[in-house]
């Protein structure tokens, strides 16, 4: 039998000068219920891989998992770090051996620095694309809007954070889905640096 289920959250991930950007709300919902707000949808790999999560919480946690075993046992044998697009390849082919079987519901990004900065989107067929900018989740329509518009080559790593968070939050003023608040984390070469913005509540008065 086929799990059926929507991502449902918004994380985006970019590429500026020598460093990856990744962002993601903070908000985690069953059904219609937002069951915590408080979740952690950017999942660190090693100090120079992580992964932002959308889909299923159970099979994204898996996939995060055998990322990390991937990527200790890489350089335990060999001495050195797995490459980004060695650990997005090796990811996406475990999506798809169990596709027609029991599949992942997930939607992945996958970013990091090796000899330079990556970022890879995987689905839940496997399917591998390397990009420059990404949106994933249920608020990705959105979030990837802001993304086109205000994406630029040159722009600053502090643009870029800014960036990433403009995306995140534009998306969960439209998607319910997602809210709470926005995680980023910047990788770069002996660069490993999480930060957390917290939503201001909104208080109404009845008059």
Known sequence: MVKKTVSKTTTVGLI????????ADKRATAGSMVAHNRVKKIQKIDDHAAMTISGLVADAQYIVEQARYISRKYSLDLGRPISIRSLASQISLILQAYLRMNPFIVQLIIGGYDTSPH????????SLSEEKYMATGSGSPVAYGVLEAGYK????????????????KAATERDSY????????????DTYIEETRLFEKKVVKLQ
């Open 16 to 23: 500026v000068g020598d460093y990856v950007v990744l962002a």
């Open 119 to 126: 970022l890879f989107y995987v689905d839940l067929f496997g």
């Open 178 to 189: 997602s809210g709470e608040g926005v995680d980023i984390v910047v990788i770069g070469k």
């Open 153 to 168: 080559d040159d722009l600053s790593l502090e643009e870029a954070k800014e960036l990433a968070y403009r995306a995140v």
